[in-house]
């Protein structure tokens, strides 16, 4: 016969499954029930959320080897079963993956975007990130680069992503117009000499190799 109990918190009159067990009492369980205390916690963990955080940093800092240690060693063991979880997470999202991810590909503005060491600002989407420079680019052109297409900023500024200041040429031309550039100061009125624009979409200079 299973054993009742009333919670002193929300009054109501549980089983022993609505109970954590606790060997100090009495009847073996503890004496809120499961959901008051989850409660609980979680209002404590509110009221307290700085310090929390404050002791999770400290902790990650002093055990940071040790952590990244232990993630290696638990995806080396698991490598198998975390690879067959992934495929299947992708499978069954398919469609909710493309939704996002064409979201995010026509709403570039909208993304908390980083800087990283190279100078240039770049925002991320699921599951990987994509330059601002190109996303802009490619909406103005209305379609996504090919393998062979670039995109160079004329000021030399990586996070000057304004359509007057990009330039969308092949990769072998950039490199090209680079190898140029560094022996030169003035860029915008290079670039004008060296390969005047072939056409203009939407003030944004298309360019081609000759």
Do not use: W
């Not at 606790?22 to 307290?48: A, E, T, V, W």
């Not at 670039?150 to 040429?169: A, E, F, P, R, T």
């Amino acid at each position: 016969m299973s054993v009742k109990k009333r919670c002193p918190s929300c009054g109501l009159l549980k089983t022993e499954e609505g109970y954590h067990r606790n060997r100090s009492k009495k009847d073996g369980l503890s004496s809120y029930c499961i959901l008051c205390k989850r409660k609980k916690r979680q209002q404590y963990y509110r009221d307290n959320r700085e310090k929390f955080q404050a002791y999770l940093r400290e902790y990650r800092k002093r055990n940071k080897k040790r952590i990244r240690e232990t993630i290696r060693n638990y995806y080396r063991e698991n490598r198998p079963a975390l690879l067959a979880y992934y495929k299947g997470y992708r499978q069954g999202k398919r469609a909710y993956i493309r939704k996002y991810r064409q979201h995010r590909y026509n709403n570039p503005s909208s993304e908390k975007r980083l800087i990283q060491k190279s100078g240039r600002r770049r925002y991320y989407v699921f599951p990987g990130g994509r330059s601002v420079h190109v996303v802009i680019a490619e909406k103005i052109l209305g379609r996504r680069f090919k393998k062979n297409e670039c995109v160079h900023h004329i000021d030399g500024d990586g996070l000057n992503n304004h359509h007057d200041n990009l330039l969308i040429c092949s990769r072998g031309y950039h490199c090209h117009l680079h190898s140029i550039l560094r022996r030169k100061k003035k860029q915008h009125e290079v670039i004008q000499k060296i390969h005047p624009p072939k056409k203009i979409l939407s003030r944004t200079i298309i360019c081609q190799q000759v």
